[in-house]
Each structure stands twice: as C-alpha cells, then as structure tokens.
C-alpha cells in the first residue's frame, strides 16, 4: 500500500475509483447523446466528439467523488468556463434605454419648445431670444415646460422599444454578415427600432406640441380636446412624416455612432500595440461616448431637418389656426403639400426653420442618450466570471 490511498470497501485506489468514474461518466454521456441531450459537432471525428462533449460531466462526477471521499486522486482532466452574467440584449437594451430617454427629455424639454414655437411660425423671421421672451410672457417659466407630463409619460416607453428593438435586431443580423459589412446590421436595426416606436411617439408628439403651441395649459387638457373636438385619427396625423424624418434620422444616428465608435476603438487598439484588433466587449471610455455620441446626434439632425418641419407643421395645424386669427383652419393636405407650400411661400431656406435649435437639441441628445445609454449597459454586464475544474486540485479561480 505504502502512500497509495485505497478505498477499503472494495480495495481499490484512488486513481482506480477516478478512471472507473470517468468511464461510467462517458456511459452516461453517450446515452444523453443518443437521447439529443448532449450536442457533439459533427466536423470532428466520432472518438474526439464523445469525448470533447463528456469532458464537463466527467469531471463533474469524478470532483464530486473526490469532495466526498476526502481524498486525492490523479488528475483525469481539467475544463474551464466563463460565465457572463448578464441580461440578454433586447432587455438590457430596453432598461438602459428607458433611463437615457427619461434623462435626455427632463434636460432638453425647453429647448424643444422653443424649437416647436420656431417651426411653427409661418413666413417672417423670428429671432430666438424673442420666441422664448414671448413663451415667458405667455404663461411663465413654466410655460417652456409645457407638455412635459406627455413627454415623460412616453419617452421611458418610447426609448425601452427603441433600443430593445434596435439591440434585437442587431444580434440576429449582426452574426450573418462579414466584419466589414456590420454597418448593414446598424442601418436595418435603426430602421426598425424607428418603425417600432412610431405608434407610441406620434400620439405623444402630437399631444405635447399642441400645449407648447399654446392651444391648451397641460397635457390631459390636450389629450382630451383632440379626442373630443377632432378625433382619435387626428392622434396620427403627421405619421408619415413622422416615419419620413425618424426612419432616417436613426439610420444616419446609429450608424455614425458605432461607425465612430468603432473607429475610436481601433486608433486606441493601435496605439497601444493591439495592432487595430477591438476586443469583442470593449467599451469606449465615458468621454468619447459623449463625443462620438454628440457627432451623430447633431449628424442625423441636420439631414432630417426638413421633415421634422414638415411634422411640427402637420401636427399644429389646428392650433396655429386656433391662435392665429387670419389663418384658416387646417391648411395642409398632407407631406407633399407642406414642402410644396412652404418652398412657394418661404423658399427652400423656410425648410431649415429652428435648426439652431434642433443641432443644439440633437447633439445634446446623442451626448447624453449614448452616454447613459452606454453606462447604463455596462451596469447590467458584470465582468465575466472564470473558474477551472481539475480533478484532484477541486475547483480554483482563474486568478489562483
């Protein structure tokens, strides 16, 4: 016997009860395998597959033998696992975008008033300053909150849909496309998250305009008198617009920004010697989120500016008739007939009309949306966990 350790209720020594164990796990796996429970590649050879798929639940039963035992036994084979715990991406996706959503709109709601007043006005130039004296005047400094409550109401809502579906939609593209065509999976997932929140954006939109016009003093007042005086259909009225300025607003915003993202990862990559590899879960830090963020914000916003007029115009129609004695009352036909009119009566300089404001508006947003957007993700992706299982050294972290 000597050192050798046995087992005395049927003298056999710990290495012996080991590869007894190892066989009995490897029985036990084909049996899974032939039950589909067990899934084996089918490139690699018969022998290598058993072997290669048994290798976790051997070491599972020969380590729990040795626990309980108490004694040494030869090292029969060791595994490592990695476990990422984290939310899976369409909800992570969803929660980080609720909070940036909330926080962009208690931020930017006043400059969005005043944008809407801007937008608003038909022929003559306004001047910023006087769009938000007369604001003031009207009803306060409350009044550059007004429609606040709609706008909140909607935009955590709004924000989870949109990234959820952009987060979705980007993983099941994403992994059919090569390295340098991902920009595809960024435009289709823009595109389709933009889609998905049209149906609660519009409505909300269009309930928060009419109060920052001055039509109505809050939010359930608007609501109400749309439903009354004109119509559950007048909710939408405008979506087409709305899917014209949103649709390649998110194309052109997603796409400069992991487009840049990913430029940035790679000159750091460079820099520090990685040769231009990014890592799969790198991350940018919290300033160049907010720069690259606030570039394609601002990107985005001066391309679909022209629609976003078209769509303030659509659905304020009413009200600028209500507060304007000279104005008839609904004098816009559809998107065809807002740019025609507007090119005729204020040329194609009128198409631009608050886009101080709106840059401002939208590069804010892309600093602080993808900055807390970002951050927000990273607090729900906790960093990866490792563990070995070796037979005869138990389990040990990876950093032992």
């Not at 920009?183 to 305009?209: D, L, R």
């Not at 570039?295 to 304020?316: E, I, M, N």
């Not at 740019?339 to 101080?356: A, D, H, K, P, S």
Request: glycine share 10%.
């Amino acid at each position: 016997m000597g050192s050798e350790t046995r087992d005395t209720r049927n003298g056999m020594n710990a290495g012996g009860w080991a590869r007894q164990r190892a066989a009995g796990g490897r029985r036990v796996c084909r049996r899974l395998a032939r039950r589909g429970e067990v899934q084996t590649t089918k490139a690699a050879p018969r022998q290598t597959r058993r072997n290669h798929a048994c290798e976790p639940l051997v070491a599972s039963l020969t380590l729990r033998w040795a626990k309980r035992e108490s004694v040494a036994c030869t090292p029969v084979v060791a595994t490592t696992t990695t476990t990422y715990a984290s939310f899976n991406p369409a909800t992570r996706g969803a929660v980080a975008g609720a909070m940036a959503g909330t926080l962009v709109s208690l931020c930017l709601h006043p400059v969005d008033t005043v944008k809407t007043v801007l937008q608003m006005n038909r022929g003559g130039k306004r001047q910023i300053h006087g769009v938000i004296a007369d604001i003031v005047k009207r009803g306060g400094v409350r009044a550059l909150y007004g429609g606040i409550i709609a706008n909140l109401a909607t935009s955590a809502p709004t924000s989870a849909i949109y990234a959820s579906a952009y987060e979705a939609t980007k993983v099941r593209i994403s992994p059919r496309l090569s390295r340098d065509r991902q920009w595809i999976a960024h435009c289709t997932a823009g595109a389709t998250a933009s889609v998905a929140t049209s149906f609660v954006y519009t409505p909300s939109e269009c309930v928060k305009q009419r109060v920052q016009a001055g039509q109505y003093k809050h939010s359930f007042a608007a609501l109400a008198g749309v439903l009354r005086d004109e119509g559950p259909r007048q909710l939408y009225r405008g979506w087409g617009a709305v899917l014209l300025r949103n649709v390649p607003h998110s194309v052109l915003k997603f796409l400069a920004y992991e487009q840049g993202k990913a430029f940035v990862l790679r000159r750091q990559s460079l820099r520090n010697g990685g040769g231009g590899v990014v890592a799969e879960r790198a991350v940018l830090a919290p300033a160049w989120n907010l720069a690259v963020g606030a570039c394609a914000g601002s990107t985005a916003a001066l391309f679909t500016t022209p629609f976003d007029l078209v769509k303030t115009r659509l659905q304020t129609d009413s009200a600028y008739a209500a507060t304007h004695a000279s104005a008839s009352a609904t004098r816009y036909r559809g998107v065809a007939h807002v740019l025609r009119t507007i090119v005729q009566e204020e040329g194609f300089r009128g198409l631009y009309r608050g886009i101080g404001p709106r840059l401002f508006i939208y590069c804010s947003q892309g600093a602080i949306f993808f900055g807390s957007y970002e951050l927000a993700k990273h607090l729900f992706d906790r960093p990866p966990a490792q563990s070995a299982v070796g037979v005869g050294g138990g389990a040990r972290s990876a950093s032992s």
